[in-house]
Structure formats: structure tokens, C-alpha cells
């Protein structure tokens, strides 16, 4: 049974630039979610998908924006990516919207220069 | 809103010493609390969960209770191993308002254990 994957594994931007992040849930999983891991701190929620739709988003700017497909993946999208946007990005996804054992995935890390 | 506060960290045990790692939290109504642990390079792993007051989650060695009177969940393995040198993270989900399905965590404790 596959767990979460996401790719890339590691990515290099430049300030500026545009990043897309993807994600598949556990199978049998509808739900995905997308946290912000910045060097030595825990991880920060920026949104849920469930269903297709935006559920719940955390303090984070427009410049992060996420899709869902029909078939439960998920991609996280950053727009004008600043030195700050440096973090690993980890999925979760969860058996349904407000279950909340969540399985990680390994994370994508990004470096913005 | 909810938060979770880790003591500071972080930790340098020997083999087969006691380990606690502190954890409490501020939270609304009745959250669900979680320990994750994250090894070197990988994503986070669920240790163990509690989903009401005064349940006791276990896994590999480790346990953590509930306690709503004191708003805390830490963290305790009887005798660690290299092994288990890892970040720890407690984390709450809260059913309540705009924390319904996502997580919450804390800093993140470093345990290094050495041989």
C-alpha cells in the first residue's frame, strides 16, 4: 500500500519565479493538506482540499494557491517566490475532511536564491 | 487560537536513560493531541494520538497522556535508543471553528541519544 508521495524531491527557484509542488494521498485518502516546514521550526498549516475545494487555509498570502483533481492529488503553486518561501513542503492526507489522523509524506524541499 | 508550546530544547540523553519531553497546549472545547516524529531527511511519522481526556496513547516504547486539568500531553520512554534519535513534534487538531481538520504544532524537540 503506497503511502503519500510528493515530487519533486528537492527543487532550486530564484526570487521571482513560479513553483509547482505535487502530491498524492494514501490510497483510499480524499483529503489532502499542505504545511510549510521553514528550517528548525515545526510545520505551518496552509490549506486542506477536500472534494476538489479550498476547506480550510492558514495565515499564508494569495501567492499560495493549491488545486485538487478528480483523483484526490493535489498540487501546491507559488507565485513570485521570495528568499522567505525557502521551507520543506509537506502533503498530509487524511481518510476524510475533518478526521484527523493525517499521514505525511517525505516533503518537497525548496530553495529560493 | 490554538497553540502548542515544546520545552525548549535540545535533548542529549545516554543509551537507556529516561526520556521526557514536555508538551502543553491552549485549545478550545476538546482537541485530539499527537505526537509526531521526524527523522533526518524524512517527513513526519505519527507516534501516537489521544483523542479524549485522560486516554493514554503508545507506540514503540513510548507513551503520552491526556491531561485536560493541566492542559498537557508529554512525551516519556522508559530506556531510548540510538535509534530513536529524532525531532519531536506535538501537535492538536481541534474540532472546533477555524481549526476544524488541520494541525497545530509545536517547535519540535531534538533528542540526540548516544551509545
Known amino acids: 500500500d503506497a503511502g503519500v508521495t510528493q515530487s519533486p524531491t528537492h527543487l532550486i527557484k530564484t526570487r521571482g519565479q513560479q513553483v509547482t509542488l505535487r502530491c498524492s494521498p494514501k490510497s483510499g485518502h480524499d483529503t489532502v493538506s499542505w504545511y510549510q516546514q521553514a528550517l528548525g521550526q515545526g510545520p505551518q498549516f496552509i490549506f486542506q482540499?477536500?472534494?476538489?475545494?479550498?476547506?480550510q487555509r492558514g495565515n499564508f498570502p494569495d501567492r499560495f494557491s493549491g488545486h485538487q483533481f478528480p483523483n484526490y492529488s493535489s498540487e501546491l503553486n507559488v507565485n513570485a517566490l521570495l528568499l522567505g518561501d525557502s521551507a520543506l513542503y509537506l502533503c498530509?492526507?487524511?481518510?476524510?475532511?475533518?478526521?484527523?489522523?493525517?499521514?505525511f509524506g517525505p516533503g518537497t524541499r525548496l530553495t529560493v536564491l | 487560537g490554538d497553540s502548542v508550546t515544546q520545552m525548549e530544547g535540545p535533548v542529549t540523553l545516554s543509551e537507556e536513560a529516561f526520556l521526557t519531553i514536555n508538551c502543553t497546549y491552549t485549545a478550545t472545547g476538546y482537541p485530539s493531541l499527537f505526537w509526531y516524529v521526524q527523522y533526518p531527511g524524512e517527513g513526519l511519522q505519527l507516534l501516537l494520538k489521544a483523542t479524549k481526556a485522560d486516554d493514554k496513547g503508545s507506540n514503540k516504547g513510548f507513551e503520552a497522556t491526556y491531561r485536560k486539568e493541566t492542559t498537557s500531553f508529554h512525551l516519556e520512554k522508559g530506556s531510548v535508543q540510538v535509534s530513536d534519535s529524532a525531532v519531536y513534534f506535538c501537535a492538536l487538531s481541534n474540532a472546533g471553528g477555524t481549526s476544524y481538520g488541520k494541525l497545530t504544532f509545536g517547535q519540535g524537540t531534538i533528542l540526540t541519544v548516544h551509545p
Open positions: 498530509a492526507s487524511s481518510l476524510e475532511w475533518g478526521v484527523y489522523e493525517q499521514f
Open positions: 482540499y477536500y472534494e476538489e475545494e479550498e476547506r
